[in-house]
């Protein structure tokens, strides 16, 4: 490098050479200038001196004054960079008459010469190549976080962490809608089986869905056709008081607006016409209902006063089958909501 | 000629072998690749000139990998890391630009 400052410094200080001396070594230096960039590559330029050197004086001494008056203006600093732009031109010319570059070019390519100097030049190029593929690599494969630097990478995962913030918001707020629904789900699915089972209840009650459980059986036998309606509305209503839940009366279903009426050789039932034997389907608990109906002064004890036979027998399994279709009411409305 | 093949094999080899770069160097690689990049436009120009010599070329290759790859450090201890890396791309890519116009010249006298 010393090397290579003492032989710049010339260059950079033409005033005080002597003038003749001055064109020669400017005119080389200022050839060389390209090279001698402020960088750390200044050096070359100087010490390329060296060892071209018959190939170099030869040139510069070959067209000095060509080069010389444009160089001695040239000469400061500041215009290095005009120089580099406006020199290049001129200067195949001035090496036309040894070797142009581009034979110099050919000649360094073809004939492939193992010399130190290429062994070096191939060395540095391989770690250049090298630096490059993996530079290349990186970038390609790694999207742009590998190159990027660490004030970036910090407001990349920043905003990373604000984003995975967020999405925990939703996801969290999500889940509770998601545990909300799921919950209304079950309350909806217990509330339609508990309808279900009420409408179901009602429904034995109404009548309108058949009947099945333990009961008793009441059977009315009336050969001198001497039951009357209100026999039956008794033995009704007694069953009723001892808790039967389900009647039926010879297959028509006994329900809060069933009514007796009396009719030539039988009784009507809600209009429907029945004859005797008069058969009681009751669902109950038997132990009461059979009391209910053999207490001294009872139900049984009226028919048989005239002349009618009543027996009652309890069952385990009493199916009440008939059935009522329900009637829209016309004036009556629910009063709760 | 011995030269490009390096070149070739470098490259070649940094694609095959994956090497695994440091994590210290790897901010300063491009950097540095682009400085060597200006190195050898430096050098190719002046074998054009018929200046060149290897001993010049090693010097100022390294050099310039060293010094770009301290500037960007200091920019990274300084906090204008980006800024000066930036600097350093622009000021390279200028000489690498005015190396490219001579050996253009030389090779195609144009």
């Known amino acids: ?337 | 000629m011995i030269a490009v093949l390096g070149l070739i094999v470098g490259v070649v080899a940094g694609l095959v072998v994956r090497p695994v770069v440091p994590t210290l160097v790897e901010p300063y690689l491009p950097i540095a690749v682009v400085a060597a990049l200006d190195a050898v436009f430096g050098g190719l120009r002046a074998m054009l000139d018929g200046i060149f010599d290897d001993k010049v070329f090693v010097v100022s290759f390294l050099s310039n990998v060293v010094v770009a790859a301290l500037i960007v450090f200091l920019g990274d201890k300084l906090g204008v890391g980006a800024q000066l890396s930036t600097g350093v791309v622009v000021v390279l890519g200028i000489r690498i630009f005015s190396n490219a116009a001579a050996i253009r010249r030389h090779v195609f006298r144009a």
């Open chain 1, 1 to 337: 490098m010393s090397d290579g400052d003492d032989k710049k410094h010339p260059g950079e200080l033409p005033p005080e050479e002597p003038a003749a001396e001055e064109n020669r070594e400017e005119s080389r230096a200022q050839s060389e200038y390209p090279d001698a960039a402020p960088k750390p590559e200044a050096g070359k330029a100087g010490e390329a001196s060296d060892t071209p050197d018959t190939g170099k004086t030869q040139k510069a001494e070959e067209n000095p004054d060509a080069r010389g008056s444009s160089d001695a203006s040239d000469s400061p600093e500041k215009q290095g960079q005009a120089d580099r732009q406006e020199e290049g031109p001129p200067e195949p010319s001035g090496e036309s008459s040894s070797r142009t570059g581009r034979q110099r070019l050919a000649q360094a390519v073809w004939p492939p010469r193992v010399t130190r100097a290429q062994l070096i030049v191939a060395l540095l190029l391989f770690v250049l190549g090298l630096g490059l593929a993996i530079q290349v690599r990186s970038t390609s494969e790694n999207s742009s976080l590998r190159g990027a630097r660490q004030e970036d990478l910090v407001r990349i995962l920043d905003e990373l962490d604000d984003r995975t913030k967020r999405l925990e918001d939703e996801k969290q707020n999500l889940e509770g809608q998601r545990t909300e629904l799921e919950n209304s789900s079950d309350q909806a699915e217990e509330a339609r089986k508990q309808t279900r089972q009420k409408a179901r209840q009602l429904g034995v009650l109404a009548g309108t869905v058949g009947a099945q459980g333990p009961g008793i059986e009441l059977t009315v036998t009336d050969p001198g056709k001497a039951v009357e309606a209100d026999m039956l509305l008794d033995a009704v209503q007694e069953l009723r008081a001892a808790g039967a839940e389900a009647i039926e009366i010879n297959n028509v279903r006994v329900v809060a607006s069933t009514y007796f009426s009396d009719s030539p050789g039988g009784v009507r039932v809600d209009g429907h016409k029945i004859s005797q034997p008069y058969r009681f389907q009751v669902i109950g608990k038997p132990q009461d209902l059979e009391p209910a109906l053999n207490i001294p002064g009872g139900v049984v004890q009226t028919l048989r006063k005239e002349q009618a036979d009543a027996s009652v027998s309890a069952s385990k399994e009493i199916v009440v089958n008939a059935l009522r279709s329900v009637k829209r009411p016309d004036y009556a409305r629910s009063s709760s909501r």
